[in-house]
Each structure stands twice: as C-alpha cells, then as structure tokens.
C-alpha cells in the first residue's frame, strides 16, 4: 500500500471551495476545481509522494506489471490499470458530452494520429484508444441529463412549451416517435446557428418561465425539466445545448444513488458532488455548454438515439459496505461506511484504490497499517489481499475502486 496523490483538474463549471475543503487547503482555492483525478491515466497519472522510485502511479505500474496488477487483470487490459476515480465538484453544468465505443474510441484515435493532431491539441476529440463507460455517485444532492427521453413525453413537453420555430420537428416527432426521427431532430437542432438558437432560447426562456409561474399539470409533471431549460437558456444564451436538454432525461440523485452510463448517451452533470469511476479513458465528443472543442459531426455519429429508461442505481449493501454492481469489466464501486466499534476485513482480490471521503481511517495488510485522512486515497497492488478497515473516529467513508468481473474468455 502506498499515498497516491489526487490530480486537480481546473474547469469552468468547478468550486472553488469543495476539494479545496475536501483536500484541507485554503478556500478559496484560486481558481475553479472541478475533478479531482486518482488513477493511472497517461495524460495525468497520480503522483508517489512518498516512492523513492517511480514517481508516478504509471510508472508505478509500467516498472512490475504482474506485481502491480496480477496476472488476470495485465492480460486482459494490456498491463494498464483499467479504471479512473474522480471526485466531481460541479457548480454549473459542464458540457453537453456522450463518450465512444471501444471500436469508434480505436478508430478516431488511430485517424487523429494518422492526422498529426498532438495529443494535447485543444481540438483533438480522442485523447486514447478506449472507450469509456462510467458510474457517478452522489454525495448531496446530484442533479443531471442522462439520455434521450421517451418521444412521446418528449413532444408532449414540447407541445406544453409551444415554441413556434420547433413546430414542425414537434410535429414530425408526433407523427412518429421513433429513433431514427428524433436523430433528425437532434443533428439538426445540434447543426444549426448560434444566431438561431439566441432567437430559440430567448423564446424558451419567455414560455418555460410563464409556465413555472402559471403552475398547472404541466408544471407538476415536467417541473425539473422546465426549470433546467430556463436555467439553460439564461445561462447558455445562444447556445445549441438549451435545445437539446428538452430532449433528454432530468435525473435527481439523492446521497449514496448511482447512475450508471454506457458508451453513446448524451449527458451533463448539472450540480452537486460525486464520486465517478469510469474505464480508464478521456474520450470525451462535447455538443455545448462548454468553452471547450466542439465537434457536432462526431458527436452525431457516435450518439446512440434510442431512448431509454433511467434507473437510479440503488448499492446492495450489507449496512457497513454498498456496492454498485455494473456491466463494465473495467471497474466496480464499493463504498464503506465505517464505525470506530469494528475491524472489516475486505478480499482484495486485484489492483485497487482506497479514497477517504470523509473522517480518519485506518488500513492494515499483513503487518503493515497506514492512516488515512479525508481527501486522500491509497494505491493497493493485487498481491495485497485481506485488508482491514478500521475508522480512527466515529465514522468514516471510504470508497474503494477496483476491477470489475473479467471472465478468463476475456483475459485469455
């Protein structure tokens, strides 16, 4: 076991005061922080403070495979460590974004090289060649767009908001309410000018704000959705991302609730805190509501336009330990909610990492005990298996990331 150092990643739409708090530095922070990232991605691998040796958790890994990772988790992942873990800290909503499949994430990545795009260009969409599913779960309150909504509840909001320039696409979206018409929809709504959606927004902010003040069936029915747009629209004046979110699902998760995205789904993450795991990869295609490269045709052609269904994910949890049980290979998520009255022993059965979310606690392996403090996190290698949990106060939160199942098929 060794400390591994969070890399703070400096956004827009970040705090300046939650990881800054989190970490016991001084808030605020002097710019805004929105990730703070624990893992082994090239781009911004965890610091050793304390190696003598690799200075990062890559090199950590690069030096001892097998050591690092055990023999099952090397094979199957081509000796990297599969996972990411972040800490979100989003005051504003970050951009508008869905993420590839393994096989877009290989071919944009190899035809952006061919191109000679430095990996650091601000323009480059594929920074890796994997893809990225990913988890995010609440610590307060989360609130979020996650996919495409059902269409026919889709045009009813429509209809409810009643903006002239949007009645013919309502009306198409009507008269068949499938898939391959709501992609119509979107690429040309995600296409048009910004002349064009200042004109949109402003109507969608004059007609969502007269129907929050009117109330009604309406507003009780599609309250998040309405506000989220006039927020949007005051925000993001001219912006194409206003539009879009009326087309997607409006999440709220409580503390502890997951949601769960795989490759493909339109999203952004509108306010709160989380903890996200996600596989290890910085593919990201933004559509709006960011400062940031914008890629339209490449985010059409990776977007996946069938609705669906949002389900909060919901731990099994045995009341000391919740786990988020996904389809991803690359990672799964444990959160720990310890008290000072009990030992826990955990099978460490692969890599992992250890983040401490709040109060003190304590971790053995064999001999050997390190204290960990809010913020701060562990790297465990997969030789060290039976660890024991221990709070070093009242209570403490520890979420712990490690590999998800990986079939001998896969590995082999």
């Known amino acids: 076991m060794e400390l591994i150092a969070g890399v703070i990643k400096s956004y827009d739409w970040g705090s300046r005061t939650t ?17 703070m990232w624990f893992g082994a991605h090239e781009s911004a691998p965890s610091p050793l403070p304390e190696s003598s040796g690799p200075a990062t958790l890559v090199e950590r890994i690069g030096t001892d495979p097998l050591a690092s990772l055990g023999s099952q988790c090397r094979d199957a992942f081509g000796g990297r460590l599969p996972f990411l873990l972040k800490v979100l800290a989003v005051q504003r909503s970050l951009s508008l974004q869905a993420h590839p499949t393994e096989v877009q994430a290989r071919a944009g990545y190899a035809g952006e090289n061919r191109g000679g795009i430095p990996l650091d260009a601000a323009h480059r969409n594929y920074r890796d060649d994997r893809h990225k599913p990913e988890l995010v779960v609440a610590l307060e309150q989360f609130e979020a767009l996650a996919g495409f909504r059902d269409v026919p509840a889709t045009v009813d909001l429509l209809t409810a908001i009643d903006v002239p320039e949007l009645a013919e696409d309502v009306a198409l979206l009507a008269a068949s309410p499938t898939p391959g018409k709501l992609k119509c929809v979107a690429t040309r709504w995600l296409g048009l000018s910004s002349e ?38 005051r925000d993001y004046r001219g912006d194409r ?14 503390p502890g609730e997951g949601l769960y995205l795989p490759a493909g789904n339109l999203h952004a993450y509108l306010s709160g805190t989380a903890v996200e795991i996600m596989a290890n990869s910085d593919n990201v295609l933004r559509g709006g509501l960011t400062t940031k490269h914008i890629d339209v045709a490449e985010l059409s052609a990776i977007l996946d336009f069938d609705p669906i269904s949002v389900e909060v994910l919901r731990p099994h949890s045995s009341g000391v330990e919740y786990r988020y049980s996904t389809p991803a290979r690359e990672f799964m998520l444990t959160r720990w909610e310890l008290d000072h009255s009990t030992a826990y022993v955990v099978d460490n059965s692969g890599p992992s990492i250890v983040l401490c979310m709040s109060g003190d606690a304590t971790i053995r392996h064999a001999g050997t005990t390190r204290s960990l403090h809010t913020g701060e996190a562990l790297w465990v290698p997969a030789g060290e298996t039976d660890l024991s949990f221990e709070a070093d106060g009242p209570r403490a939160q520890l979420f712990v990331a490690s590999v998800g199942k990986v079939s001998s098929e896969l590995a082999a």
């Open 196 to 233: 064009y959606h200042t004109q949109v927004d402003d109507t969608v902010l004059k007609r969502t704000t007269a129907l929050l003040a009117s109330g009604g069936s309406v507003v009780d029915r599609f309250r998040a959705e309405l506000s989220t747009a006039s927020e949007l629209a």
């Open 19 to 35: 990881l800054a708090e989190l970490t016991g530095r001084t808030a605020p922070s002097s710019t805004t922080e929105a990730e």
């Open 241 to 254: 991302g206003v539009l879009m979110s009326l087309l997607l699902n409006r999440v709220t998760l409580a």
